[in-house]
Nanobody, 113 residues
Framework: VQLVESGGGLVQPGGSLTLSCAAS????????MSWYRQAPGKERELVAS????????FYADFVKGRFTISRDSAKNTVYLQMNSLKPEDTAVYYC???????WGPGTQVTVSS
């Protein structure tokens, strides 16, 4: 099982980024998947999650209306579309397969002017 995040970078406040989490060794559509983030000096926190069926999606209050989690079964990839980014969204973003708690290495997102 392997998860690899990509798509992070430096963006100005109000900008957008799309993070990708490419999975191997399993099928993302068969498992609940989540995005977490960890800012310097803070604990890792849940950002969004999607059930295996896609029938239930959760967003943390601080990203509701701005972020969207989705997945592409053909590409075996989970995405996090991030709009209206704020400086407080600066963090390392991690992808996680909920069952067995497999994590990717993370991708840095920095929101700054």
């Amino acid at each position: 099982v392997q998860l690899v995040e990509s798509g992070g970078g430096l963006v100005q406040p109000g900008g957008s980024l799309t993070l990708s989490c490419a999975a191997s060794g399993f099928t993302v559509s068969s498992y609940a998947m989540s995005w977490y983030r960890q800012a310097p000096g803070k604990e890792r926190e849940l950002v969004a999650s999607i059930t295996s069926t896609g029938g239930s999606i959760f967003y943390a209050d601080f990203v509701k209306g701005r972020f969207t989690i989705s997945r592409d079964s053909a590409k075996n990839t989970v995405y996090l579309q991030m709009n209206s980014l704020k400086p407080e969204d600066t963090a390392v973003y991690y992808c996680k397969r909920v069952r067995n708690a497999y994590w990717g290495p993370g991708t840095q997102v920095t929101v700054s002017s």
